[in-house]
């Protein structure tokens, strides 16, 4: 989906309540378009990860207008889902990146004046 109000509208009509009841969740979840134009802004939280993440960030249960409880893990499942057509691990981000050299170098010790004595 191209803008986070479609996933509200989809949100709204799957688990009641009026889409912009599901604004701030969606809002989150695809936060990372601020930083890049890239479709690569779905690897902050379009995984299992980024559903763990939400729920710590949101509660357990979002609470939507017309006062019904939805667990907050189905509503951003079903916002990747969406994207993707499934919800993939932080795995399957990371196994398509390669590692740049300055992130594989061994750790260099800044203080080693205080450290040989």
């Not at 009026?18 to 939280?45: F, N, V």
């Amino acid at each position: 989906m191209s803008h986070y109000h479609y996933h509200c509208v989809s949100s709204a009509k799957a688990f009641g309540g009026q889409p912009e009841d599901y604004a701030p969740l969606h809002k989150w979840m695809d936060r990372g378009r601020a930083g890049t134009s890239k479709i690569l802004h779905r690897m902050l939280c379009h995984h299992t990860q980024g559903i763990a993440d939400g729920v710590a960030l949101f509660g357990d249960t979002f609470t939507n207008s017309k006062g019904r409880k939805v667990p907050t893990s189905l509503i951003l499942e079903q916002h990747i889902k969406e994207d993707l057509g499934f919800v993939p691990t932080l795995d399957h981000y990371i196994e398509c990146l390669r590692t740049p050299r300055w992130a594989s170098q061994p750790a260099k010790m800044l203080y080693t004046k205080f450290m040989t004595k």
